[in-house]
């Protein structure tokens, strides 16, 4: 079992750069995807992007491409999700997962979830 734990979350200003951290520990050298989703107050929790334990990287989500760039620190087992450009739609509790289905957006496919870290964007 893989257990992920997020940071970095905070207030940040429209127009404004933030990076989470996502700390993976455990059977990491099962080699898991990982992925940050987010979730808004009210809707459901979305992916946002996604990095294999190799490096290669998911598609990110339509509304944070040329915004969002996401990273891994193999000697670390660190995943990062730098976030440039913030907008008050970027507002939400976010969520490093971590799984074993490559490619897939999907909730269900991630077992392994942290507690969530709020960003907040002010407009």
């Known amino acids: 079992q893989v257990q992920v734990a997020e940071s970095g979350g905070g207030l940040v200003q429209a127009g404004g750069s933030l990076r989470l951290s996502c700390a993976a520990s455990?059977?990491?050298?099962?080699?898991?995807?990982i992925s940050w989703f987010r979730q808004a107050a009210g809707k459901e929790r979305e992916f946002v992007a996604a990095i294999s334990w190799n490096g290669y990287r998911s598609n990110n989500t339509e509304s944070v491409k040329g915004r969002f760039f996401i990273s891994k620190d193999n000697a670390k087992n660190m995943v990062y999700l730098q976030m440039n450009t913030l907008t008050h739609e970027d507002t939400a509790v976010y969520y490093c997962?971590?799984?074993?289905?490559?490619?897939?957006?999907?909730?269900?496919?991630?077992?392994?979830w942290g507690q969530g870290t709020q960003v907040t964007v002010s407009s």
């Open positions: 455990g059977r990491t050298a099962s080699s898991p995807t």
């Open positions: 997962a971590a799984g074993y289905v490559y490619g897939s957006f999907s909730v269900t496919d991630f077992g392994s």
